[in-house]
């Protein structure tokens, strides 16, 4: 079975800091999605940004990039000019490429922005 | 409204009694699922399904908890004899189709409290 592992429960940036969240996960599978969410108190699950294992190249968008490391099972979000909306929990997430099973999340990790 | 729509926001209930959790899909949506959020964890599967059937409830955690989508379209999650280790946020999700390349959609949720 996947699992999913987010091993900073909180953290905290200065507003327009650069911040880094890290996911590792664990699988022996070798064609898969990796996902951040973010969750603001009004609870729903926004994607941020997806990363297919096939490419090399690491996804951006916009002020958000990862870093993802096959060989590590590691898959991090750069968060770059941090802004006060971006304060929310953020959870990591892994689907396999067949779409047979669900999407796996880790715990979160609580990210406040600070003014 | 667009979105995936659940109701009600927050329900509270005392233990031992039934509730319904409702879900509306973004119109069109073949796939949907339930996801429950405890405290301070991230999202756990408890069902999806595609179309009318339930494609996969193997994260149902005991027979008290049952799922129907009778028109392939809304989705109600039936709880029976409520526990107050059932409390938590019940999150459901549509997307176009089940799989890894059709991003799921979330609703903002429902909290249920059992006293």
């Known amino acids: 079975a996947q699992t999913v592992t987010q091993s900073q429960p909180e953290m905290s940036v200065q507003e327009a800091e650069t911040v880094t969240l890290s996911c590792t996960y664990d699988?022996?599978?070798?064609?898969?999605?990796l996902f951040w969410y973010k969750q603001p108190p009004s609870r729903q699950m926004i994607l941020v940004i997806r990363q297919e294992a096939y490419k090399q190249q690491n996804a951006t968008e916009n002020r958000f990039s990862v870093n993802f490391q096959k060989a590590a099972k590691s898959f991090s979000l750069k968060i770059s000019d941090s802004q006060l909306g971006d304060t929310a929990m953020y959870f990591c997430a892994f689907i396999h490429i067949s779409g047979n099973t669900p999407l796996v999340f880790g715990k979160g990790t609580r990210l406040s922005v600070i003014a | 409204g667009a979105g995936v729509s659940q109701t009600p926001s927050n329900k509270v209930t005392e233990k031992g009694k039934y509730v319904e959790l409702r879900c509306d899909p973004i119109s069109g949506h073949t796939a949907l699922y339930w996801y429950r959020q405890s405290l301070g964890q991230g999202p756990e599967f408890l069902i999806y399904f595609q179309g009318t059937g339930a494609a996969d409830d193997s994260g149902l955690p005991n027979d008290r908890f049952f799922a129907v989508r009778p028109e392939g379209s809304v989705s109600t999650l039936k709880i029976q004899r409520t526990e107050r280790g059932d409390s938590a946020v019940y999150l459901c999700?549509?997307?176009?189709?089940?799989?890894?390349?059709?991003?799921?959609?979330f609703g903002n949720g429902t909290r249920l409290t059992v006293t």
């Open positions: 699988t022996s599978e070798n064609n898969y999605y």
């Open positions: 999700a549509s997307s176009l189709v089940s799989g890894y390349n059709s991003p799921l959609h």
